[in-house]
Nanobody
Framework: QLVESGGGLVQPGGSLRLSCAAS????????IGWFRQAPGKEREGVSC????????RYVDSVKGRFTISRDNAKNTVYLQMNSLKPEDTAVYYC?????????????????WGQGTQVTVSS
């Protein structure tokens, strides 16, 4: 099971930290990704982190603003989001990868959380 939390309403320029808590599988064996879907748009990959945490990847639009990390002792992946923009508004999902390689292709993920809403608005 993957459970996202930490979403909410924030003003432009603000910050949020999303959490993805995992259970029911060997967490430290899997890549975890964050994806988002805005109204009327396709779901896109935002960031991913390898099983050890040694490799990360970001979509260009969030580079320098978002940071992904994981605590394998707590079975949790985090997405720290700073300098938020209205275009970051979306439902954010975490997902478990099927590959050892960290990629932002949703086809490489086979288990998804229920999502958490992030709204950036003044």
């Amino acid at each position: 099971q993957l459970v996202e939390s930490g979403g909410g309403l924030v003003q432009p320029g603000g910050s949020l930290r999303l959490s993805c808590a995992a259970s029911g599988f060997t967490f430290d064996a899997y890549t975890i990704g964050w994806f988002r879907q805005a109204p009327g748009k396709e779901r896109e990959g935002v960031s991913c982190i390898s099983s050890s945490g040694g490799s990360t990847r970001y979509v260009d639009s969030v580079k320098g603003r978002f940071t992904i990390s994981r605590d394998n002792a707590k079975n949790t992946v985090y997405l720290q989001m700073n300098s938020l923009k209205p275009e970051d508004t979306a439902v954010y999902y975490c997902a478990r990868g099927v590959l050892r390689l960290c990629v932002l292709d949703q086809a490489a993920y086979n288990y998804w959380g229920q999502g958490t809403q992030v709204t950036v608005s003044s």
